[in-house]
Each structure stands twice: as C-alpha cells, then as structure tokens.
C-alpha cells in the first residue's frame, strides 16, 4: 500500500549527539512536511517543503535541518539535541489541487525520540 | 488571534450520546479544511475533509460556516472507540501549503 513511513519509531540519543530522522513516501506527493508533537499538545510545524521548495517556520530553532534529496525522501536532522527536544516527530505529505487548495495530510508512524 | 482555536473539553459523554464542537479559524480566504483524530501516543489520521456544502460519514457530520468562520463536528450515537483528541485543520492561506492545526478537542466516551 502507498504509504508515509518513518524510521526509526523509536530513537534514544545522548544531550548534544547529532540524529537524523528519516521520512519516505510512496505516494508522489509534493508537498513534505516535519512536525514536533510533545505531550498533550498539537503537532508544531517545523519546515515543508514544495518540491525543491524549502519553508522553515520562523520559531524554528537552528538546531533543527531538514534535506529533501528527492521526492521520496526527506530527512530532519538535529545537530545537538537537548532535553526539550524529546518529543514525537511526525513526517506528512500532501499534494497541491488545482484548485491551489491541498488534499488531506497522510502522516508516518512518527518517530518517538528521546535525549538522555 | 490563533489561526485555528478549538474548545479543548475535555467532552465526557456517555454512550450512544452525541456529541458536537467547533473550531474558529481566522482567515476567511482558507479553503481546504479537515478534521482528524488522534489517539494517545499514535500519528493524526484523517477522519473527514470538510466541504463547503457540509458532509456526512457514517456516524459523523461536518459542517463549514464560511460566514462566522469555523468548522464543526458533530459525532451521532456515540462509541466507546470514538474516544480520542478531534484536530482541527485548516489550510489558512490558498498557495501556502501549510496546514495549521488546532490544540484538539478531547472526546471521552464512557460506557
């Protein structure tokens, strides 16, 4: 099945050890994004892409890179995480109507990330 | 102003009640809206686009008022299952292709 899918589901990593969270579709859509979702809160967007097209969120902390290599793939990399960063990472795609309005988000499993 | 406010509840009903909450949106350009539900520890999915002339699936009912602005879910006989965090999400700008999402709605069914 045509699907989002994200690895790892769960990810341990050391305060200040860069990680990388990686997101692949099979779906052909467009539009990537990268969302933090911490405890009881809602999913906060970090970056999208449209195509090639890059948009970081302006309260998106340096620490946090993103690369989409090609449609397919994407990743999100934090360079030094710290402890606020443990939180559920979710990928989602979506592709662009002609309308310009967008088709419903499909999301990953999510990554489940945490900083020792 | 949020660009999407929900009533947080949390709505705790019983079975077989129904059950129904808004969600506010601030640009009154938005054209793509959706609900989706998402349970504890697990991703969003998708439970219903909105469309302007309102729309029905099964046992719930969405509805856009373009008017006053927001988006309404309403959730007939109510299941144990149905228990879950209902997020608003709205696509605020037309050419963005950013979702804005809502801090959710929770929903308790109680046998």
């Known amino acids: 099945d045509a699907m989002v899918i994200q690895n790892p589901r769960y990810q341990v990593t050391q305060f200040g050890k860069p990680v990388t969270l990686s997101c692949s579709q099979t779906?052909?859509?467009?539009?990537m994004y990268w969302y933090q979702q911490k405890s009881s809160q809602a999913p906060k967007l970090l970056f999208h892409?449209?195509?090639?097209?890059?948009?970081n969120e302006a309260d998106t902390p340096d620490n946090f890179q993103s690369r989409r290599p090609n449609t397919s793939f994407c990743f999100l990399d934090i360079r030094s995480p710290g402890l606020g960063d443990a939180a559920m990472y979710l990928c989602?795609?979506?592709?662009?109507?002609?309308?310009?309005?967008?088709?419903?988000?499909?999301f990953g499993d999510g990554t489940r990330l945490s900083i020792l | 102003r949020k660009e999407v406010e929900q009533d947080p509840g949390p709505f705790n009903v019983p079975e077989g009640a129904t059950v129904a909450f808004n969600c506010t949106y601030s640009?009154?350009?938005?054209?793509?809206f959706f609900w989706y539900r998402q349970d504890c520890r697990k991703e969003p999915k998708l439970l219903m686009s909105?469309?302007?002339s309102g729309n029905e699936d099964g046992r719930f009912t969405a509805q856009l008022n373009r008017a006053s602005q927001y988006i309404s879910l309403l959730i007939r006989d109510s299941k144990l299952s149905d228990s879950a965090t209902y997020l608003c999400v709205v696509n605020i700008l037309a050419g963005d292709y950013k979702l804005s999402f809502g801090a959710g709605t929770t929903v308790t069914v109680r046998a």
């Open positions: 909105v469309y302007s």
């Open positions: 892409y449209y195509d090639k097209d890059f948009n």
């Open positions: 779906l052909n859509h467009n539009v």
């Open positions: 640009n009154s350009a938005s054209q793509s």
């Open positions: 989602a795609t979506s592709r662009v109507l002609g309308t310009g309005g967008l088709q419903p988000q499909h």
